[in-house]
C-alpha cells in the first residue's frame, strides 16, 4: 500500500516540478488532461475490460460499494442544491469528487498488498467505468452545451464520448468471450499505460500555485468532499455489508477498502474537460490521497 501511495506521489511530483518550470508552456496542464482524455483512457478501459470477466462483477461486495457510492453521491447532490446552490455542472463534479474512487493505478496495488487479490478492484472498475463514469459525463456534456438536450442528442451522447466507447468497445469483446491477438491488443496497451502517468502529472502541473488548504467561499464544500470520501464512504459501506448483507472476513474487507480509496485523478481530467469545479476537483484529490493514507492502513488493521 506504501508503495502504490509512493509511485502516485512520486509521478505528481513530477508533474509539479514541470508546471513550476513552464517546461510545457501556459496550455501545458490543458493538453496533457486533454490527451489522457481523448486519447489514453479510452485505449486503457478497452484493454481492461477486454481481459475482465463480466460474470465476477454482481457480487455481495460490490452491492456494500455501490450502495454507499449513490448514498455519498446523494448526500453531496443535495448539499450543492439546497445549500451551496451550486449549478448541475459543479454539483457533478463535486459528487464525483466525493464517491468517485481511484480503482485504477491505486486501488490495483492496495488490493493486492492489503486485499491479497488484485481481482476485488475488478468489479468496482466495471461499475465506475459502465456506469458512473457514462452518467456524470452525459450531465456534463448536457450542461456544458447551454441548452435543452433533444431526445437524439441524449441517445447520441455515448457515440460522442472517447471513455464511454472505450469501455463499451472493452465490454464487447469480453462479451463474446474471443480474446483479440496480441498483435491487435499491444498498440491499445501501449496507448492506455500513459493514461495514469499523463493523469497525475497533469494534477501535479496544476498543483504549482494552488493552495489546497486556502481559507475562502470554496473551503466549506471542499472538506465536505473529502470528507465524504475518506471517511462517510467506507463507514457506509461497512454498515451495509456487515448489517444489512451480512458480509465478514474478506468480503467485508474488500468492500470498505474499496470505498476508501481516495479520490481518482479522472476526476480532475473530467473536470478539465468540461470546465467546471477544476479547483474542486484538484484540491480533493489532493487532499483525499493524503488522507486515505492514514485511514486505509487503519481499515487494513482494523478489518484485516
Known sequence: MLTGFTVIWTVTLAGYLIGRTRLLGPDGTTVLARLAFFVAAPALLFTTLARSSVSEVFTPALAAFVLSTVLVAAVYLTLAHWVWRRPAGEATVGALSASYVNAANLGLPVAAYVLGDPSFVAPVLLFQVLLASPVALAVLDVTTTGHRPSPRRLALLPARNPIMLGCAAGLAVSIVGR????????????????????????LGM???????????????????????????????????????????????????????????????????????????????????????????????????
Open 206 to 304: 496544476s498543483l504549482y500555485g494552488s493552495r489546497p488548504l486556502a481559507a475562502g467561499p470554496e473551503a466549506v464544500e471542499r472538506y465536505v468532499a473529502v470528507g465524504l470520501k475518506v471517511l462517510v464512504q467506507p463507514a457506509l459501506a461497512y454498515l451495509i455489508g456487515h448489517l444489512a448483507l451480512g458480509l465478514d472476513g474478506p468480503a467485508l474487507l474488500a468492500a470498505v477498502v474499496t470505498s476508501a480509496l481516495p479520490t481518482a485523478q479522472n476526476v480532475f481530467v473530467f473536470a478539465t474537460r468540461y470546465q467546471r469545479g477544476e479547483a474542486l476537483a484538484r484540491d480533493t484529490v489532493v487532499l483525499s490521497t493524503l488522507a486515505a493514507a492514514v485511514t486505509l492502513a487503519a481499515i487494513a488493521a482494523w478489518l484485516g
Open 179 to 202: 480474446p483479440l491477438p496480441e498483435a491487435v491488443m499491444r498498440p491499445f496497451e501501449l496507448v492506455g499505460s500513459a493514461a495514469v502517468p499523463l493523469a497525475l502529472i497533469a
